[in-house]
């Protein structure tokens, strides 16, 4: 199993930029597909990114597509989101997930296994 952590969420003003992290322990991070997702009040939880374990393969959902990268490092146990001019509709809790189909970057909440428990970001008008 492995254990997630996210941090770096917070409230920033409409246009500004973020950096989330998910820290990894408990198991072999670098075999894990990685993904993030997020949920805004009222509404499902929706895929952001993802990456695969080798960090050769990404994918983005089309609403942060331009606006977001997904990296990762294996020797930190880390995955990062950098989210740059960030917009109010990009509110939401947001959760890093692991999949041990580690070739597979999946969309799908039951692609991923294993989760953190989120961290808030807040963007302003």
């Known amino acids: 199993q492995v254990q997630l952590l996210e941090s770096g969420g917070g409230l920033v003003q409409a246009g500004d930029s973020l950096r989330l992290s998910c820290a990894a322990s408990?198991?072999?991070?670098?075999?894990?597909?990685m993904g993030w997702f997020r949920q805004a009040p009222g509404l499902e939880r929706e895929f952001v990114a993802g990456?695969?374990?080798?960090?050769?393969?990404?994918r983005y959902a089309d609403s942060v597509k331009g606006r977001c990268t997904i990296s990762r490092d294996n020797a930190k146990n880390t995955v990062y989101l950098q989210m740059n001019s960030l917009k109010p509709e990009d509110t939401a809790v947001y959760y890093c997930?692991?999949?041990?189909?580690?070739?597979?970057?999946?969309?799908?909440?039951?692609?991923?296994?294993?989760w953190g428990q989120g961290t808030q970001v807040t963007v302003s008008s």
């Open positions: 997930a692991a999949d041990p189909r580690g070739w597979n970057v999946g969309s799908r909440i039951g692609d991923y296994g294993f």
């Open positions: 408990g198991s072999t991070f670098s075999s894990y597909a």
């Open positions: 990456i695969s374990r080798g960090g050769g393969g990404t």
